[in-house]
């Protein structure tokens, strides 16, 4: 077995365990405590976090990881996990469903295998870069559709006064059929699914990207940064339909 089939198997079977920890928390009392970054962790996260990070020591000890909540072991090892236990704690806090936990593979860290697993649907979509599985059948994003019939969706709208101009992503909203704040790992995994055509995040870190890459790609999609550049090294994303992606990052800079 290689080793992304191998790989794509332990998270298909370490899914059930996250899924208890989240969901043990989720609509329940907990503490709510804020990173020197401003951005809200919880037990949940970081039970969740170190769950994956004991699975993969054992099954995969030459790998390495790095995860939000607990930092980055074996920095240099050819092979890394990156974890994000609940991407859109937010949401998971505010008793929003639109939460999620993602898991990528690299390899020299360039992204080979990606996972969005949404607990409270219990749905797993995995990508590795030629396609993409969503609960075992596989997805496509549509190859074109004018942007006045699109649904464009970001995170969170105030982000842009922090990090870009607004002004682009003001006249994207303008020019789509729908724009909606359906936002974290769940817009991508709208975008993939073809539920949605462009997802847009000004400010983007390497657990919240990586394992959407593989998976936009797999879809049949585009997914750069802001500027249409390669996304592993930037610091947004923008995923879409392949036809739309000149326009957006055009409209999106201008």
Known sequence: MDIIKKSEKFIEDIIPGIRQIVLKYYRSAFDVE???DNSPVTIADREAENFIREKIMKTFPEHGIIG????TWREDAEYKWIVDPIDGTKSFISNAPLFGTLIALTKNNSPVLGCIYLPVTNDILVGDNLQARLNGAPVKMPEHIALENSIVLTTDYRDFARYKPRGGFDRLMSACRLSRTWGDCFGYYLVAAGKAHVMVDPAMSVWDK??????IRGAG???TDFHGN???DGD???A???SLHPQVIQMLNS
């Open 34 to 36: 804020v990173k020197t």
């Open 230 to 232: 390669a996304p592993e």
């Open 68 to 71: 939000e909540e607990s930092g």
């Open 236 to 238: 947004s994303i923008v």
């Open 240 to 242: 879409c339909v392949k």
């Open 210 to 215: 990586m394992a959407l890459i593989p998976i």
């Open 221 to 223: 999609g585009v997914i």
